[in-house]
T-cell receptor, first 116, second 114 residues
């Protein structure tokens, strides 16, 4: 089984709809992240969470919200989807405690979201 | 190494040749560097990492070189194969930063010519 899973893998929705993307991990990591990737571009951080009680905005948090329901679960919501939120969304996890202070991130397979 | 707003540079390499992918980083305090590989339709996958107390680290068919003087990182892939076709991202991290966040580079698309 994959260590980091994302659901759904693909989603097509309409402008104004509320959408939730879910991420689950079995790695036991405290840190979880949501990234957005547009075609031909790199990764941009939306939100991140260092533990269940911690939520932080990334560089492009406007129009998004998150919920850290448990150590293993981190959800991303688009309250009112708009077409320029059409992108590939990745969840990632990390845990620097066991790696000498480094922050290697492990990624899920991604969710392809299309907003019409 | 800002990724926002930049389109991916592309490197075309003949199958069997060595590939060298370069990355410039901006934070002189960064002390940990990672290379990721992202194949089409998949999430980024960890390839190799290096700490700032090293200049070179080798893995299986891959070597990472770090030049702290000019803040430059490179990934060398020996005997490039079709399966190496992907986008390669470098990322940097500063252990002095209590948040341990990664800073991502723009990525380079590697194309293998038959």
């Amino acid at each position: 089984d994959a260590d980091v899973t994302q659901t759904p893998r693909n989603r097509i929705t309409k402008t104004g709809k509320r959408i939730m993307l879910e991420c689950s991990q079995t790695k036991g990591h405290d840190r979880m992240y949501w990234y957005r990737q547009d075609p031909g571009l790199g990764l941009r951080l939306i939100y991140y969470s260092f533990d269940v009680k911690d939520i932080n905005k990334g560089e492009i948090s406007d129009g998004y919200s998150v919920s850290r329901q448990a150590q293993a679960k981190f959800s991303l919501s688009l309250e009112s989807a708009i077409p320029n939120q059409t992108a590939l969304y990745f969840c990632a996890t990390s845990d620097p405690r066991g790696t000498g202070g480094t922050d290697t991130q492990y990624f899920g397979p991604g969710t392809r979201l299309t907003v019409l | 190494g800002e990724s926002v707003g930049l389109h991916l540079p592309t490197l075309s390499v003949q199958e069997g040749d060595n590939s060298i992918i370069n990355c410039a980083y901006s934070n002189s305090a960064s002390d940990y560097f990672i290379w990721y590989k992202q194949e089409s339709g998949k999430g980024p996958q960890f390839i190799i990492d290096i700490r700032s107390n090293m200049d070179k680290r080798q893995g299986q068919r891959v070597t990472v070189l770090l030049n702290k003087t000019v803040k430059h990182l490179s990934l060398q892939i020996a005997a490039t194969q079709p399966g190496d076709s992907a986008v390669y991202f470098c990322a940097e991290n500063t252990s002095m930063d209590s948040n341990y966040q990664l800073i991502w580079g723009a990525g380079t698309k590697l194309i293998i010519k038959p």
